[in-house]
Each structure stands twice: as C-alpha cells, then as structure tokens.
C-alpha cells in the first residue's frame, strides 16, 4: 500500500519524538558536498549530504546490544536491535534481496507505480519538501520523480538513510534517469544522514515547516518493521503533510516465507551481516558468524515474519569494558536458542482500519495490487 497523507491547515503538535529522540535538541546541520561527474557534456553538479544527526555524533548502538542480550522481550526473546542491518554491506544485500524471485514486495510496488506515479504526481504541488524515510537504492521513488519532473513540478527531495556512503552513492545514480534523457531539472536531489527520528526532527524545523506542503514517503513497506501498535506513532506527520505508504497485506505463509527466506541465501547473508555489525559498534568481536546460523518462521497469530539469529551451540557473549577492554560480563545464548533481530508485519484490512483511526488518518485513494494484498492509499489526515 502507498498512502498520500493530507493535512489541514491548522496547526498541529508533531510529535517528533516517537522513538525516543530527544525532540526538544533542534540538531545542527552538516552540508557535504560531494562533486561528481557526469558521463555527458553537461556540467558538473554535487550532491548535498546534509548530516542531521542528533550532535552529529556516530550512532552507537552498543549499548542496545548489551541491553537486548540481557533483558527479554514481550516474546520471551532476546533480542538484537535491527538498525544494525543497516550499514554500507547491509544495504547492498538488501538491494540484492529486492531482485530475487521471491520477493514479491518490491515488484508490486513498482508495477504500482508505473501505474499510478503520474496521478500522484499531480497532488503535489510546486515547493514541495518529498521526504522519504529509509530511501534505499531509490528504484522506487524515480519512478515517481521521473513523473514530477515530466510535469515540470519543481520540488525537493530528500533522501534519509543510515549510512552516507550508500546515500552518495544512489544519489549519484539518481541524478540521471534511467532513459538517458538527462538530468533531472525541476526535481532537486538531496540526501539526509541520520535516523528516522533525526528526520523526524528536521522536518518539524521553522523553515521546512513554512514550505507549501511536505510529503513523507515510507515505501518497501517499512512502516510494516513496527508492530501495529507502534506504526500509529510512526504516521503522525508535520502540519500540511501528506504521506505516501507502502503496506503489505499478505498473509499466504508460503509466499511470505519464501519472500524472507530465498534460495539464494541473500537474506541468510543480509541477517548474519548484523553480526559483524554488532562487533563493529561494540569495538571487538563479540560474535563469531561461523557460530551462527537463521531461522526465519512466519508468526501466523500475530500476521508477522521474524527472522531470528540461533546459536549452532552454547555462545558466550562478553562485554568489555570500553577503556581497559576488560571483561565486565558475559551473556550465554543457549544452543538452538532464538535470538530475535526483525520482524515484518502484514496489515490486514482491520489492521489498516486500525491504523488509520489510531494515527487520526482517513484513506482518500487506494490502489490495490492484481491479488488486492499490497495497496497503495492516499490519505487525508483530520484531527
């Protein structure tokens, strides 16, 4: 489901804080400008990577880590935090995924649309901010900015993700379409460094909120990482907003499983991937990937497919102290036991309900994949 978001025009309260940021630290901003020459004769052009991290420090995720290992969660599991699939290597497995037969998610949303692009196009008006939460490598959102540039809609995008490397990189790719017609010229691209709160943040700052209107853009299902519970949260966008979403309402367990678990082993690989990420943040090598293995299993009670990390045997996990790198305390995961990375929630009809309700939206437009399971909405947002 892809979801347009309309706001009314009174003021509204962000909340810019739903996963636990710090809303009342406005971060300062870091522009990098990374030069980049074009395979034509046009002229060179950069490419601004805008650091909106909270103090621009490197995120660190090692203290969720020690938290997850020594505490359980709601499902009597320990857990690692996903944001650790996320770096440089995990992203371009992640690509690599989006291309396997089995997963169905990204060409339904693409035939989507290819479908629909020049119809949401036209709801967006000049001046723009299009802000996508997660960009990815951007296969989906050219179609739609090849479709506001055919229109000659001047707008800005930006792009927010993890891992700058990987934003310089698509970004680079993106400023030329795939036809070869040249640049984008209405349509301006920019990157946003930092987490789903820091862009949270940014986009609540004076002078994006004075902007004619922002769209959020959450596509691949994203949204679907949260439980229905959390992804209300998740929707409440500044004022004049819309929101363009992604949904998966798939519940056929084989199709589903498939999707997560390839033959090709990619997703095997992107979930170990979180293991040298963990050592990574922690400073040492805490986990030894050989010792490990994955078990996807599809959750049918709670519609969602979680993809576990399991110990071949016992594995001792030590925790250093950070300056001596002493032993502090250790974590013993038993063998065979689940150690819960990710999950991947699908949203029935009731659950889309729900979540309109909850985050005070109201659908305006849908469009449903051949088998109706993945949708695209447009939604109005009314308090």
């Given at each position: 489901?892809?979801?347009?978001?309309?706001?009314?025009?009174?003021?509204l309260?962000?909340?810019?804080?739903?996963g636990?940021?710090?809303?009342?630290?406005?971060?300062s901003?870091?522009?990098?400008?990374?030069?980049?020459?074009?395979?034509?004769?046009?002229?060179?052009?950069?490419?601004?990577?805008?650091?909106?991290?909270?103090?621009?420090?490197?995120?660190?995720?090692?203290?969720?880590?020690?938290?997850?290992?020594?505490?359980?969660?709601?499902?009597?599991?320990?857990?690692?935090?996903?944001?650790?699939?996320w770096?440089?290597r995990?992203?371009?497995?992640?690509?690599?995924?989006?291309?396997?037969?089995?997963?169905?998610?990204?060409?339904?949303?693409?035939?989507?649309?290819?479908?629909?692009?020049?119809?949401?196009?036209?709801?967006?008006?000049?001046?723009?901010?299009?802000?996508?939460?997660?960009?990815?490598?951007?296969?989906?959102?050219?179609?739609?900015?090849?479709?506001?540039?055919?229109?000659?809609?001047?707008?800005?995008?930006?792009?927010?993700?993890?891992?700058?490397?990987?934003?310089?990189?698509?970004?680079?790719?993106?400023?030329?379409?795939?036809?070869?017609?040249?640049?984008?010229?209405?349509?301006?691209?920019?990157?946003?460094?930092?987490?789903?709160?820091?862009?949270?943040?940014?986009?609540?700052?004076?002078?994006?909120?004075?902007?004619?209107?922002?769209?959020?853009?959450?596509?691949g299902?994203?949204?679907?990482?949260?439980?229905?519970?959390?992804?209300?949260?998740?929707?409440?966008?500044?004022?004049?907003?819309r929101?363009?979403?992604?949904?998966?309402?798939?519940?056929?367990?084989?199709?589903?499983?498939?999707?997560?678990?390839?033959?090709?082993?990619?997703?095997?690989?992107?979930?170990?991937?979180?293991?040298?990420?963990?050592?990574a943040?922690?400073?040492?090598?805490?986990?030894?990937?050989?010792?490990?293995?994955?078990?996807?299993?599809?959750?049918?009670?709670?519609?969602?497919?979680?993809?576990?990390?399991?110990?071949?045997?016992?594995?001792?996990?030590?925790?250093?102290?950070?300056?001596?790198?002493?032993?502090?305390?250790?974590?013993?995961?038993?063998?065979?036991?689940?150690?819960?990375?990710?999950?991947?929630?699908?949203?029935d009809?009731?659950?889309?309900?729900?979540?309109?309700?909850?985050?005070?939206?109201?659908?305006?437009?849908?469009?449903?994949?051949?088998?109706?399971?993945?949708?695209?909405?447009?939604?109005?947002?009314?308090r």
């Amino acid at each position: 489901m892809l979801v347009e978001l309309s706001v009314a025009p009174n003021p509204l309260i962000l909340d810019a804080n739903p996963g636990g940021g710090r809303p009342e630290k406005i971060p300062s901003e870091t522009q990098i400008n990374v030069s980049v020459q074009p395979n034509t004769d046009e002229e060179r052009y950069d490419i601004d990577i805008i650091d909106i991290r909270d103090g621009q420090q490197s995120f660190d995720l090692a203290p969720a880590i020690r938290s997850g290992l020594q505490h359980r969660n709601e499902h009597g599991h320990r857990t690692l935090p996903s944001l650790l699939l996320w770096n440089e290597r995990g992203l371009k497995l992640f690509e690599e995924i989006t291309y396997t037969p089995e997963y169905y998610l990204t060409n339904t949303e693409i035939a989507l649309l290819e479908a629909h692009s020049r119809e949401i196009a036209r709801q967006i008006e000049p001046g723009t901010i299009l802000l996508e939460l997660g960009s990815g490598n951007l296969r989906k959102i050219r179609i739609l900015l090849q479709a506001l540039e055919a229109q000659g809609r001047r707008v800005g995008y930006y792009a927010l993700d993890l891992d700058r490397r990987e934003l310089e990189r698509t970004l680079g790719q993106l400023r030329t379409d795939l036809d070869g017609r040249g640049f984008f010229r209405h349509v301006r691209c920019h990157g946003l460094h930092g987490t789903y709160d820091d862009g949270q943040v940014w986009i609540a700052r004076p002078e994006n909120a004075r902007r004619p209107r922002c769209v959020l853009l959450s596509l691949g299902s994203t949204l679907g990482s949260f439980a229905p519970a959390e992804a209300a949260a998740r929707l409440l966008p500044p004022s004049s907003s819309r929101i363009i979403l992604g949904l998966d309402g798939c519940t056929d367990a084989g199709r589903v499983f498939a999707a997560y678990n390839d033959r090709a082993g990619t997703n095997r690989a992107f979930i170990l991937n979180a293991l040298d990420g963990a050592n990574a943040h922690l400073g040492y090598e805490a986990f030894l990937a050989s010792d490990w293995t994955v078990r996807g299993e599809w959750d049918a009670g709670a519609k969602r497919h979680v993809q576990y990390l399991v110990p071949l045997r016992d594995a001792q996990v030590t925790f250093l102290r950070a300056r001596q790198h002493q032993h502090h305390q250790s974590v013993t995961v038993k063998a065979n036991e689940k150690l819960e990375l990710t999950s991947s929630y699908k949203f029935d009809d009731a659950d889309r309900e729900r979540l309109w309700t909850e985050s005070g939206l109201r659908a305006t437009k849908q469009f449903l994949s051949k088998d109706g399971s993945y949708e695209e909405r447009e939604l109005l947002l009314e308090r």
